[in-house]
């Protein structure tokens, strides 16, 4: 069960959501038309260990293909608005006007970032998260054309591994997200994962925004054969 409270007696800023994800929380609304946010604090929390991210053949060949041109935080507003769209396996939205308003200053601030993916000058899927120091906090995702998300994933899978951080919080554990290695861990044990990648600095921007298919599967393949151990 998550810790949450419904009742938010105090403004939520930029500032103040950066304190709580550093102490294990993250806001959720209860749909895009409620005016409120609570806290959760799961007790089981997913993550994607950056040294055993899977990838199925098929989604391999897409991404060597570079079907997709991918750029690295040039459109929030509609990453975010693909995000709080309606999907067949996601009728209903949690991203109300105050997500909406908060990541936005977040990435202003540079402390949100986005992945995109872009055929014939459009956006066709993406994801957005929170970069705190050494952890990256996976927000949402969306797509509008076969493996366009997973794409995303992938390269921002690559993107931690080059810029030297140590934690992919993914929140929940999903199917769609088991199928590329999410592990469920314990609250005390996300807690230690989170401490160690706080003491990081990660650079979001080390790899290049230019990195090929082929570069972001070597950087893949490069991290899985030299694997750090995990706290189970």
């Known amino acids: ?29 209860e749909s895009a038309e409620d ?16 040294d055993s991210f899977h990838l199925p053949k098929r989604l391999r060949r897409t991404i060597r293909s570079d079907r997709f041109e991918i750029r690295i935080s040039t459109d929030f507003e509609g990453v975010i ?13 949690w991203i109300n006007r ?12 540079g402390n949100c970032q986005t992945v995109e993916a872009w055929q014939d ?31 995303c994933l992938a390269h921002l899978v690559a993107r931690l591994v ?9 929140q929940f554990v999903t199917e769609h997200l088991s199928r590329f290695g999410t592990l469920e861990i314990s609250r005390e044990a996300y807690s230690e994962e989170l401490n160690k990648a706080l003491q990081l600095e990660g650079d979001f921007l080390a790899l290049s925004e230019t990195a090929t298919g082929q570069e972001v599967l070597d950087i893949l393949d490069a991290a899985v054969k030299q694997p750090r ?4």
């Open 121 to 151: 000058g459009k956006l066709v899927g993406g994801l957005y998260g929170v970069n705190l120091n050494g952890a990256f906090f996976g927000e949402s995702m969306f797509t509008r054309t076969t493996d366009a998300s997973k794409v």
């Open 35 to 50: 005016s409120g946010l609570f806290w959760l604090e799961p007790e089981h929390r997913g993550i994607l260990p950056l």
């Open 98 to 109: 105050d997500i909406r308003r908060l990541y936005g200053d977040l990435f202003e601030m």
């Open 81 to 93: 608005s693909g995000c709080a769209g309606d999907s067949p396996d996601r009728p209903q939205t």
């Open 229 to 232: 151990t995990p706290t189970c």
């Open 162 to 170: 080059v810029g030297g951080y140590s934690l992919l919080d993914t």
């Open 1 to 29: 069960m998550a810790k949450h409270s419904d009742d938010i007696v105090f403004e939520i800023t930029p500032q103040v959501l950066l304190k709580a994800y550093a102490c294990g929380l993250f806001p959720m609304a």
